[in-house]
């Protein structure tokens, strides 16, 4: 498909092209490596987002503010599919860690959510800090603490971060979908001190309620908070590229709502856009909308 051209209209896509000058810095690379327990072509995720972003403008009428006040840099691929889960780590990590130099805040296009370990420890490298020093906030249809033993995959991806040395008390997971977890795994984020908030309390509440509750408890005490996005917290409506994407979940603008503030705040250095299938999507639906969460948290930023 050939795209109109007008220059009174920049595209999303031009932005992330043009290269960095000075100002805040959105590093934006593919650490998908593709890990899941569910068979499926996430590693074709940061392709088809970074196509999406084509059908994007620069500008969001919402708030007033410009892709072109962000400064983005596309740090390019890791090598897709080559890295498991434990092999993956140190490589990713090193990567990911060295892609925050200098920038304000990175955005991860994944992959599976097993790429949020490294990512995670990358945040904890960038700071210089351990795990205990950092905060994770899940945007996430599930707890994605089943456990370790099987090897490590996209559905224990916390479980494994949490027995790294993650403090649970650091973990606050917001949208959790009924039938889609088991009594076993929440006893278990119970255990280890985890928050969560289930989808029938963000929607009696607000997504603005619940990431805010997150922030203020979260940004005195960690040097750095990582936003977890796996986009299956939408509702399965906006989401058919997303496997684990059930039925009661978050709308787009509910999600929106949440990425905007978790980017006002300075300490959130670090998000990743996860869990997206594109070869299932339909009528470009879910791909949009993870462009729209990227554009949403990259002009966030601007907020600080
Ligand atoms: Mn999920």
Redesign the pocket.
Known sequence: MKLFHDPDWPRASEWLASPPTSGPIVAIGDLGANLSITPGRTDAAPLAIREALARLSTFDIETGLDLSGTQGRDTGDLDPGKLGPVEGLEEIATRWAGALEGTVAGIVLGGD?SVTRPTVHALARHKGVGLDAIGVVTL???L?LRSTAPGLHNGNVLTALLEDGLPGTNVFQIGIAPFANSREYVEAGRRAGTTVVTLETVHREGAGTAMSAALENLAPRVKAIHLDL?V?VLDRAFAPACP?ARPMGLSIGQVREAIRLAAREPKVESMSIM?IDPTMDSGSRTMLAAAMFLCTFATGIQLR
């Open positions: 959510n996430d249809a599930h994605d796996d299956d684990g869990e």
